[in-house]
């Protein structure tokens, strides 16, 4: 059972436009979420963080926003770059009894020049 | 050259035939861990190790063995238990123990069973 969902496998933007990636999770126990890059043929890259005391993260054109209550957490890029074009997927784990990291499937990212 | 090297890219597998993947790490990273990621799917843990002769199961942890008898190295073997090992499987390292902490992910292996 997916514990980490990601219900668009694909998202086509404009570049200079908002890019959204949405995940939505099960797991109540959650408390700490990852955001993470795959460019092809090359293992994903961190990209951002977030932790259940806060409901919005930011770094630079990256920012993640959690809605606790919804189970939802979503990334926007803005403005998008050609260069953001990748698979991102979000992670999610718990503090106690953690012995495991949740992926959800991914979202494949195009920014159209 | 400062990173994460698994080997090998591509690796085939026969009916009933142990093979193993290397994951090597130089960042000094205490935590290695394997995930496995298939078609449509997120990358899923398989084990994961936080310290030298140290392991622990994943989520998807049977049919596969490992050891970390050096905090450089987290070899995977794919036993003839697992009866669907196609896939691709990534290994990763993480500076801290807990699995909070950034990983840094190789470029992974694929396998495929001939």
């Known amino acids: 059972d997916q514990q980490v969902k990601q219900n668009s496998p694909s998202l086509s933007v404009q570049e200079g436009r908002i890019s959204i990636l949405n995940c939505d999770y099960t797991n109540s126990m959650f408390d700490y979420f990852l955001w993470y890059k795959k460019y092809p043929a090359e293992g994903p890259t961190f990209l951002i963080s977030?932790?259940?005391?806060?409901d919005k993260n930011e770094d630079g054109r990256f920012t993640v926003f959690l809605n606790k209550s919804a189970k939802h957490l979503s990334l926007h890029i803005v403005p998008s770059q050609p260069g953001d074009s990748a698979v991102y997927f979000c992670?999610?784990?718990?503090?106690?009894?953690?012995?495991?990291?949740?992926f959800g499937t991914g979202t494949r990212l195009t920014v159209i020049p | 050259d400062g990173g994460i090297t698994q080997s090998p890219k591509y690796l085939f597998r026969k009916e009933g035939q142990n093979v193993t993947l290397s994951c090597e790490q130089n960042?000094?990273?205490?935590?290695m861990y394997w995930y496995r990621q298939d078609p449509g799917q997120g990358l899923r843990l398989i084990y994961y190790?936080?310290?030298?002769?140290?392991?622990q199961k994943g989520d998807i942890a049977e049919g596969y063995s490992v050891s970390r008898e050096k905090k450089e190295s987290f070899p995977l073997t794919v036993t003839s238990a697992q009866k669907n090992p196609t896939a691709f499987y990534l290994c990763a390292t993480g500076q801290g123990t807990s699995l909070k902490n950034i990983q840094y992910f190789g470029a992974g292996t694929r396998l495929s069973v001939l």
């Open positions: 960042l000094n990273h205490d935590a």
């Open positions: 992670a999610a784990t718990a503090e106690t009894g953690a012995n495991n990291l949740f």
């Open positions: 190790s936080q310290i030298v002769n140290d392991f």
């Open positions: 977030i932790s259940s005391i806060k």
